[in-house]
């Protein structure tokens, strides 16, 4: 870290300053977080111990949320504690550390999103090959790849912001560490890596974005070959998928994609995907997943 540094400490600002809506707050997203970690890891405990969700589809969908729950924890039981502190403090070197969770497993949410695209495509276009070009063996090759490219990303996010020098003030304006509010603090002139994170960031998610629409638009015009039965299904899984690429890409394009501000606004924005947009994904899969109900039923018979 460059000599300069004299700060070891930042102090965040928070969401809102009003002690009383910081209580609401804390009622409000503790549940959301608890329904969270559940609503995932009861996805990642019925693909382990369900014959039935044995697909590539349920293979891609439990690492989605094993991702989700890592990703909202590296945010929100932080957030939520310091909703009833008085002061909210993070060390540097704790801020530097929730910056690269937070940008590897953002994403590797994003490649894991397009493999799943991906998957649907050959499943839709190319169904009699479907089991050749999807084996386990290249499903978990894919699942990989996605934490891979993930980490890559996030460390060039970090080395960016370790050399910078931080020598006062120490305040963050946001309720989590993220590159820009970071860079606000300092020492020197952050345009060219401002630059550089909204080109990495940014294009990351439009791009994928990009190729998920292509993606999901090529399926769409490939299932006037099916049946009407056939497409009532494909529509169906492939409606939660666009649902949740919209969640999450949406915000993610519209904070990444421009330069910052101190805008509640966008505070606000942040909170949709890191603390409500993990929480929707498990309903949004499972809500119209006739084989995930199933095997709740199943395994729920069992205990009994």
């Known amino acids: 870290m460059a000599r300069e540094n004299n700060v070891t400490e ?71 504690t310091d909703l009833l502190a008085k002061v909210k403090t993070i060390s540097l070197k704790g801020c530097l550390a929730q910056i690269f969770f937070f940008h590897f497993l953002g994403v590797a949410e994003i490649f894991l999103l397009v493999v799943m ?23 978990h090759m894919l699942v990989a790849v996605s934490w891979l490219g993930g980490f890559l990303h996030s460390i060039i996010q970090v080395l960016i912001s370790i050399q910078l020098p931080f020598c006062g003030p120490n305040v963050i304006d946001h309720y989590f560490c993220d590159l820009q509010p970071l860079f606000k603090l300092a020492c020197t002139d952050t345009f060219v890596e401002s630059v550089i994170v909204m080109a990495n960031s940014g294009l990351i998610a439009l791009c994928s974005f990009l190729v998920l629409v292509s993606s999901y638009v090529i399926i769409l015009v490939n299932l006037r070959k099916h049946s009407a039965e056939g497409r009532r299904k494909a529509l169906s899984t492939c409606a939660s998928h666009i649902t949740v690429v919209v969640l999450f890409f949406g915000p993610a394009i519209f904070l990444y994609m421009r330069p910052s501000s101190t805008f509640t606004e966008d505070k606000l924005v942040a909170v949709f995907y890191t ?29 009994k």
């Open 10 to 80: 930042l102090i965040i600002t928070g969401l809102f300053q009003d002690p009383n809506v910081q209580k609401v707050c804390f009622v409000l997203f503790l549940p959301v977080y608890l329904a969270t970690v559940l609503g995932n890891g009861l996805i990642v405990a019925m693909v382990i111990v369900s014959k039935s969700l044995r697909s590539p589809m349920y293979i891609f969908l439990s690492s989605l949320s094993v991702v989700e729950i890592c990703y909202s924890s590296t945010v929100v039981p932080k957030f939520i």
């Open 117 to 139: 695209a991906y998957d649907r495509y050959v499943a839709i276009c190319k169904p009699l090959h479907y089991m050749n070009i999807m084996s386990r063996q290249v499903c």
């Open 275 to 303: 603390v409500i947009t993990p929480m929707l994904n498990p309903i949004i899969y499972t809500l119209r997943n006739a084989e995930v109900k199933n095997a709740v039923r199943k395994l729920w018979g069992k205990r």
